[in-house]
């Protein structure tokens, strides 16, 4: 019973985790757009500060979703695919989560953008 709880919090915690990657590279594409090498160096401050706050969350949080997928995997079939299947959702759960995986591939993506001009604010 207990484990059955740890599944079901690693499972919330893993899409949590999601969702913060996600919401973070939105967040700092927007910032980032309105940050150029011809800005401010207040400017260009708040958005390094802000960038390396930012890329310390998306880490740990695409750390979690490596490490918290591994149990979730292991219990798919006992917490998420069986339920789903008696609801009749199955190709909603696979749907889901080929929506996720897309939306984390793409924030790595776009942190990799970012990266790249965080390299030529801090260069200028």
């Known amino acids: ?14 899409d949590v985790a999601t969702a913060m990657v996600i919401s973070l590279t939105l967040l700092m594409t927007y910032i980032g ?6 800005s401010p160096p207040e400017q260009k401050e708040f958005f390094l500060r802000i960038y390396r706050y930012f ?3 998306a880490l740990f949080s695409l750390v979690w979703i490596l490490a918290g997928g591994i ?4 219990a798919f079939n006992s917490y ?17 989560h080929i929506i996720l995986f897309g939306l ?6 776009l942190w990799r953008r ?5 390299k030529r604010i801090t260069v200028n």
């Open 80 to 96: 998420e695919l069986l339920p789903a299947a008696q609801k009749g959702i199955v190709p909603v759960l696979i749907f889901k």
């Open 1 to 14: 019973m207990v484990l059955g709880y740890l599944i079901i919090l690693n499972n919330y915690l893993h």
């Open 114 to 118: 970012i990266n790249h001009k965080v």
């Open 55 to 57: 890329s310390r969350l």
């Open 33 to 38: 757009r309105q940050v150029d090498a011809g």
């Open 71 to 74: 149990p979730r995997a292991l």
């Open 104 to 109: 984390v591939f793409a924030g790595i993506l």
